[in-house]
């Protein structure tokens, strides 16, 4: 044998290399089969960052829609809602640079309102809400539940007589926070003011 | 003697306490008006119950409290309930909340309240029911209704009773002077907290710049058992966790509770207010309140009705608005500012802080961290507050949390210490509600994404049992167009099925394309004769549903007369109108049945109709006399003019409406009006031949199709424009009247229709208008 393979080096380094070659494609087929996952982790991934307010500003009809699209390669700065926010985690979780948002700006968070003795009751907005947030019947007043709301306006357009509108969500006393200070102190001690701060400051 | 233990950190600001220690506790008195927010404490606010306009006494419950977290808020002087709205409170944010407003009499009347004479008689809920009905919540500063941190440890065993007289925050010295003055009702209530939570051991901890409360309480609580523990005075050592770290040694774990290790901590001012209210009857309606600060005059300690206004006590105290650089609620390392000084002290106000510029500088502007490390020397809980900053700013909220930022007691000692004056506490502040909004927003994108898909689902559900349906009408029609081949292959009859199928498939929600279809046929030429089978059985299904209608009517009729309702003339035409048509049905149900198969009957047209058609198949067409010929036409332009009627109707009902059907409307309406024109053609040419000998009748319906169509379009060439234009108009009319009727009706009612009705009624009188000129032109141009 070893006589064989030191007669035959060239065509025994070959065998060895193709059955070699062989043995792991073999394997790899195997795990690939075996170990195969099920759907698309990464747009499941990326869909538990987006907001889930079920817009379309995206261009895509729903945020998994446009999950798959991002796993699949589409930009990460088409989500209004999300913002700034979703953007550098999306961009974190897939490791491409974070770019500013295709947006004229970042929608506020709000809530549709029905300005409820406008109503018709043609519930042509019941059919347009995503989310099932909004309630009533042919011919009746229509309301929305403001808790289920997402605020993805998208109610407002197919409404005939304009009685919807988006309210920006207030601040309560249950929502209310301090602010962040203002990212203005990278000066350096001689950037002071000379003159004693004022009572008024 | 306990042994005291230090917490980690700590710093020693100047403490600024002496000068409200100058003069005994005094009662502030009686302001014009009270403010009392119904949202004194932790949890649920308070609930009114009483309303405006009512006079209330003393100590009267004006709020209840809602749920277990919650506290009522009691009355503190007699006077008149003036208004329950919303007032700006105090709270950092500025924001207003429901107050309940109360302007006294100055009779400082009492309700009738009775104490609990021997504590120890009574059973245990009782009296935690007595202190909750008091509405005592924490007076510390937190605010926690205090009957819920003593049923709440029922389950563990509690060994310590801590109270805390600490009072670490500069300025403030309501405790102190509590202790001094009224240490003998901190120890009651504090015998009471002992019997109520039978602890092995109850320590009192104050800190050691306070010798004369600490000899006060010593000298109160000889012989009760109850320890005095004086310790290094040191800020922040009156956290809640620090003090029973120092005083115990053990560790409040992280996102726990002091019960979890075997402790409750009151403050000594809830103690005091726990014995007012067991002893006396007497709910919290009063507290002790420091006014300090260099901008005042007569700094000092008030006893304070809660709901006065920081105003009233600023006027008595010299207070200098020029000097005040900003109102503090609170001590100046935790405090807050006040925007408005026509806020209410409640019951967590233990000092109203007035300093001038040179005692309170605004912060200097923030520099850059340079790492120098001091704020994690002074932090009381061992967290890195320089981490925790740059965290907060990446917003790296994942970071933040594996720091504990969650177990920030926002000191300010960080702040305190940085030589950089960056804010450090507000960047911790803002961190913890970034993320407890985060949290929010996940759940609700979890549950938008659950409505989202769960709509998802149905809609698929739906659009799949709408195609199984369709498929399976698909099926059901080719069955019967089979059926058809088999019986009869003659080419126009198949259509006809398959017209037929296709009409009675989109007919069934729309009897405008069922109609369509049917015009479609009889314009083939092709018009779908029923079987003898066919009819029996729709019209035996009519007969049904009429009878089951005029039921439905009737019992709408009774109950219209029942209600003595307007619409009961309404009711009673629906109910003859039905009884007719069921009556017709029936009279045509028996001819039906009774005719017999070989002989036609002459009254029925549609019998006729298929033995005419049968004959002529059957090549052995019997040809028809001129008369009745001429009764056939005449009667069939009677049915289409009728038809043409509703037809336009219906055209201007789906234009008034913009439906889409309009166009399909539109075209139904020209076809008939076509066929009209060819059988009075038709008519026109039969008229004038009656003498003469029958034509032979041409059995090819294409031929006589196209003879029709020939004469249609002489005779519409031959209509004058202004026979079309009165036409138009006589229907015009009917049909404003028609509308005007309705829209009275609709006004009448009430109904949300009236506005449309009237737009659309006075369309109609614009075209009305516009075809009267037309028809006016007309006539001056024939003259």
Partial sequence: MIELISQHPFAAAVLALVSLGLVFGALLGFASVKFKTEGDPIADQVESLLPQTQCGQCGYPGCRPYAEAIANGDDINKCPPGGEATIAALADLLGVEAKPLDAVEESVPSVAYIREDECIGCTKCIQACPVDAILGSAKHMHTVIASECTGCDLCVEPCPVDCIEMRPIETTLQTWHWDKPAATEDIIASDRPSAKPSAAA | MIQIR???????PPENKLQSLGEPIRPAGIPAQLILPLSQHIGAPAAPVVSVGDRVLKGQKIAEAKGFVSAPVHAPTSGTVVAIEPRVIPHPSGMSAPCIIINSDGQDEWVNHQGISDYTAVDKNTLISTIREAGIAGMGGAGFPSAVKLSGGQDKPIQTLILNGTECEPYITA??????????????????????????????????????????????????????????????????KQLIQILTGKEVPSGGLPSDVGIVCQNIGTAQAIYRAVNHGEPLISRVTTVTGNACGSPRNYEVLLGTPVQYLLDQSAFNASDCIRLIMGGPMMGYTLQDTAVPVVKTTNCILAPTVEELPPPPPAQACIRCGMCAEVCPVSLLPQQMYWFSRAQEHDKLEEHNLFDCIECGACSYACPSHIPLVQYYRASKAEIRQAQQDKIKAERSK????????????????????????????????????????????????????????????????????RAQAARNGTAVEETREEKQQRLEKLLASTTKRLAAAQEKLAQAEGNNDDNIAAFRTAVEKTSAKLAATQKELDELKSSTDGAAPTDDPAAAAIARAQAKRSGQAPAESEQEKTQRITAQIASTEKRLAAAQDKLATAKANGDDKADAFATAVTKTQEKLDALRAELAAITPTTATPATPVEDDPAAQAIARAMAARAESAGMSEREKAEKNIASLQARVEKTAAKLRAAQESGDDNAEILATSLDKMRDKLTAAEQALAALREEEN
Avoid: C, W
């Avoid at chain 2, 059926?483 to 003659?490: N, Q």
């Fill in chain 2, 6 to 12: 230090d917490i980690h950190g700590g710093i020693h």
């Fill in chain 2, 450 to 517: 659950e409505r989202f898909e769960a709509r998802q689902a149905r809609i698929e559900r739906e659009a799949a049992e709408k195609e199984a349906k369709r498929k399976a009408r698909l099926e059901a029609a080719k069955a019967r167009q089979a059926e058809a081949v088999k019986g009869d292959s003659k080419q126009d009859i198949i259509q006809a099925a398959i017209a037929r199928s296709q009409a009675k498939k989109s007919g069934d929600a729309d009897p405008a394309q069922a109609a369509i279809a």
């Fill in chain 2, 175 to 240: 405790d102190d002077i509590l202790m001094r003055e009224r240490a003998g009702q901190i120890i009651a209530g504090a015998e009471i907290l002992r019997h109520l939570i039978e602890p092995q051991e109850t320590l009192i901890g104050i800190e050691d710049n306070k010798p004369e409360a600490i000899a006060a309480m010593r000298a109160a609580a000889e012989g009760t058992g109850i320890e005095i523990v004086s310790f290094p005075t040191k800020y922040p050592s009156g956290g809640e």
